[in-house]
C-alpha cells in the first residue's frame, strides 16, 4: 500500500501532455475516404468530430509516410512526405490545421531505429563498399564460413543478417530484411534526423511517438546474445535469445537528450518512446535530469494478471521506478499488442476502460477499444502481418487488432465503400459508434463520461495517489489534489465484493461501469462499499 504520494501532486504548471488523454489511429484502419478498403487522412479528418465529442486531447497517428508497406509504413521511404495511399502533404496540413483548430494535438511516429530497404539512402548505400552512404547502416563481413557475423536474431523471425551479393557483406536488421538499420554511431545519421525532427515541428507537429528506440545501438563488437532463461521449447524461435548486446545500449541515451534538446527549441512538443523493457529499466528513458524523453511508454498494464494484487503492486513499483522528474503514463492495448477486451473479456472491458482513465500518469488509448472491439480471428488466406507470416503458428500476427473502426450499420461499418483491407469484426452491426452513442449503458458512453470526469477533476489527471491496494478481488486507490481526494474500486472478479474503508466516508458516487444511476445511496454515508460483480466505481471521498 502506498500512502504517501502528495509530493508528486502536481499543479497547474502541468502541461498538455501531463492532463491529457492520448488517442491512437491506425490511419490504415480508421475511416477510408476514397473507395481504396485502406483507411486515409482525409478519413480521419472526416471523423474529428467524434474525437472531439468522445473527449479525447491529442491524436497519435501512425506512420503515414511514403513506405513499401512491408511492415505497414514502419519501413519509410521518405520521412518528410505522405504516402499517397494516405493522401498528400495537402491533406496532411489540413488534418493538422483541423485538429489545432479543435484544440486537439497531433503526434506522429518518428521510426529512427531503420528504413525501407528501398529508402534512397540505402540504395546508396548497397550500391558499393565505397559511396559515401555505406557507412549510414550496418555492413559487417561474414565469418570465415560465410555465416553471419553473430547469433543475432531478427524479431521478425530467422537471422538478423541479410547477405548483400553484390558488396559481399551482411547488413543487420532487427526487423525484416526490407528493414535495415542505419547506424546511429554515424553523425550523417544524426544530422539527417535533426532535418526530420524539424521538418515536422515546423509544420506545427505536437510531438512523436518514437518507434522501437531500443534497437538504436547494438554492440559495436558484435558479441553474441546469450540463451534467454526464460524461454521454453514452444516458445516463438525469436524470442529464443536475451537482447542483451541489441537493445537498451548506453549509446541511446546521449541520442535521446539530443532529440529531447531539439524539441525545447520549440514549444510544449513531447516526445515518447517506444521500447518494451522491464519496470526498473524506463527510469533512464527520462534522462537523468528529466532532460531525454517525457514519456516512456509504459506498457506494463498489457502483460499484467488481470486482478488486484499484481495490478495494485504494478502501479507501485512503477511509481518507486519514477524518477522525481518522470511523469507517468499508461498503455492498455496498441496495433502491436491483444485487444483489451480480448485479453480481460468482455465483462471487464468497462473497469478496464475505468483504469486507464483514473490512474496517475498519461493514458494512451487504442481506437476502437472504445467501443470494446475484440481480437478478429483473420482467415490464412488474409492475412497480411509480416510477423505472422514469417513465424507462423505462435499467435504473434497483429492483424487481429489492426481491423476497421465500426461506424455505423452502412456498408463495412461505414469504414469504407471498398472492401477493407482486413475484415470487419462479426458483430459490428451492434458494436459500432452509432449504435453504442445511443446506447447510454455502452461501455463508448462510459469512456466519454470518464474522459469528461479526469477533464473536470484535477485529482484525476494531475492528482497524486493517497493510497493503492487490493481489497480482495476488488483493486482500490484514492486520487488526491489538495483536500479533495477521489476513490476508485474495481471488482476484478465475476461476484459481488465488499470492501471496508475505514477512516474514509463517501460523499458521492461520481460514476459507475454500470452507467447512470449509480450505486445505492443508503452505503454511501458508511465507510464500506458492495460492489455487484464486474463493477467499478468513481466516488468522491469526504473531507478527512
Ligand atoms: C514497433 C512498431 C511495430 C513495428 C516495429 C518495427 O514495435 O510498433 O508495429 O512492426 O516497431 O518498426
Request: hydrophobic share 40%; proline share 8%; net charge negative.
Amino acid at each position: 500500500m502506498i500512502e504517501d504520494h502528495d509530493h508528486k501532486d502536481h499543479d497547474h504548471r502541468a502541461t498538455w501532455w501531463q492532463r491529457g488523454v492520448i488517442y491512437q489511429i491506425y490511419p490504415r484502419s480508421f475511416q477510408d475516404s476514397n473507395g481504396d478498403g485502406v483507411g486515409d487522412l482525409a478519413g480521419i479528418l472526416a471523423r474529428l468530430d467524434y474525437l472531439q465529442w468522445l473527449g479525447v486531447d491529442a491524436v497519435w497517428i501512425s506512420p503515414v509516410y511514403p513506405s513499401p508497406m512491408a511492415d505497414f509504413g514502419y519501413d519509410v521511404s521518405d520521412y518528410c512526405n505522405i504516402d499517397p495511399l494516405f493522401g498528400t502533404m495537402a491533406d496532411f496540413d489540413a488534418l493538422a490545421d483541423a485538429i489545432h483548430a479543435r484544440s486537439l494535438k497531433l503526434i506522429m511516429d518518428l521510426v529512427p531505429n531503420h528504413t525501407s530497404d528501398r529508402h534512397p539512402w540505402f540504395n546508396e548505400s548497397r550500391a558499393s563498399r565505397e559511396n559515401p552512404k555505406r557507412d549510414w547502416y550496418v555492413w559487417r563481413d561474414a565469418k570465415r564460413d560465410g555465416a553471419p557475423p553473430n547469433n543475432w536474431l531478427s524479431e521478425f523471425g530467422g537471422p538478423a543478417w541479410t547477405w548483400d551479393a553484390h558488396t559481399q557483406q551482411y547488413y543487420y536488421h532487427a526487423y525484416l530484411s526490407a528493414q535495415p538499420d542505419l547506424n546511429w554511431r554515424n553523425p550523417d545519421v544524426r544530422a539527417a534526423f535533426d532535418g526530420i525532427l524539424k521538418f515536422w515541428f515546423d509544420r506545427g507537429v505536437d510531438g512523436f511517438r518514437i518507434d522501437t528506440v531500443q534497437h538504436l545501438f547494438e554492440d559495436e563488437s558484435l558479441r553474441d546474445n546469450p540463451p534467454n532463461p526464460d524461454w521454453r521449447p514452444g516458445d516463438a524461435p525469436t524470442a529464443a535469445l536475451s537482447r542483451l548486446y541489441t537493445t537498451d545500449r548506453p549509446e541511446l541515451w546521449p541520442v535521446l537528450k539530443h532529440w529531447r534538446q531539439l524539441a525545447d527549441i520549440y514549444q510544449d512538443r513531447v516526445l515518447i518512446s517506444e521500447a518494451y523493457v522491464p519496470v526498473d529499466k524506463l527510469a533512464p528513458y527520462y534522462g537523468d535530469r528529466g532532460d531525454a524523453v517525457h514519456l516512456p511508454f509504459n506498457f506494463h498494464l498489457i502483460g499484467c494478471d488481470w486482478s488486484a494484487g499484481p495490478l495494485a503492486d504494478l502501479i507501485a513499483r512503477y511509481e518507486r521506478m519514477l524518477p522525481p522528474h518522470g511523469w507517468p503514463n499508461w498503455v492498455l492495448g496498441n496495433h502491436d499488442r491483444a485487444r483489451i477486451a480480448s485479453r480481460v473479456g468482455p465483462a471487464q472491458a468497462a473497469n478496464a476502460a475505468m483504469l486507464l482513465l483514473t490512474l496517475r500518469g498519461t493514458p494512451t488509448m487504442y481506437y476502437g477499444d472504445e467501443l470494446g472491439m475484440t481480437n478478429v480471428a483473420i482467415p490464412p488466406d488474409q492475412v497480411r502481418d509480416p510477423w505472422e507470416k514469417n513465424v507462423a503458428g505462435y499467435g504473434l500476427g497483429r492483424d487481429p487488432v489492426r481491423t476497421p473502426m465500426a461506424w455505423d450499420t452502412s456498408a463495412n461499418a461505414g469504414f469504407s465503400p471498398g472492401l477493407p483491407w482486413l475484415p470487419v469484426h462479426a458483430d459490428w452491426k451492434t458494436r459500432n459508434v452509432d449504435a453504442q452513442r445511443s446506447d447510454p449503458a455502452s461501455l463508448l458512453n462510459l469512456t466519454r463520461a470518464l474522459l469528461a470526469l479526469r477533464r473536470r477533476e484535477s485529482a484525476l489527471s494531475i492528482g497524486g495517489y493517497d493510497g493503492i491496494w487490493a481489497a480482495g478481488p476488488v483493486l482500490c486507490y484514492v486520487r488526491q489534489s489538495g483536500a479533495r481526494r477521489i476513490l476508485v474500486c474495481l471488482n476484478l472478479a465475476d461476484r459481488a465484493a465488499h470492501v471496508a474503508l475505514p477512516g474514509r466516508a463517501i460523499e458521492s458516487v461520481l460514476l459507475t461501469t454500470d452507467g447512470p444511476p449509480p450505486f445505492q445511496p443508503n452505503s454511501v454515508s458508511v465507510p464500506a462499499i458492495s460492489l455487484s460483480p464486474n463493477q467499478g466505481i468513481v466516488a468522491l471521498l469526504k473531507d478527512a
